[in-house]
């Protein structure tokens, strides 16, 4: 019965060393910043697009997340909400304020995997 017990903590020894050596050998080559989209559909009754559009704003000032592009997505936005969007286009260069029909285009520009050749 010691013989069993014995191979068992060797086993989950080793594995554990396995592990460990592969978690901290990923975290030495990781990317330091993912880089993320951001979606923001703005539809007409939204009455708190400039309070979420102001959060991402404090978010990417303060450098908690690196979001790559930010898509605006019109759908039916009224005209002050289409202000305030294009305000906040302005002052993020990131920003980007579309229509569903060209959401698709700007996607795939977005997530477009570079080739190597």
Request: net charge neutral; hydrophobic share 45%; with cysteine.
């Amino acid at each position: 019965m010691d013989n069993i017990i014995v191979t068992a903590v060797v086993v989950l020894a080793v594995i554990a060393v396995i592990e460990a050596v592969s978690l901290f050998y990923k975290a030495s080559r990781r990317v330091r910043k993912l880089a993320f989209a951001a979606v923001v559909p703005v539809f007409p009754d939204d009455g708190d697009l400039r309070e979420r559009l102001e959060y991402l704003s404090e978010k990417l000032s303060c450098g908690s997340y690196y979001i790559e592009e930010i898509i605006i997505i019109n759908y039916g936005a009224t005209t002050e909400q289409l202000e305030i969007c294009r305000g906040f286009c302005y002052e993020n260069k990131n920003a980007v304020l579309t229509d569903p029909a060209s959401l698709e285009k700007i996607l795939s520009k977005t997530f477009a995997i570079a080739r190597k050749t």
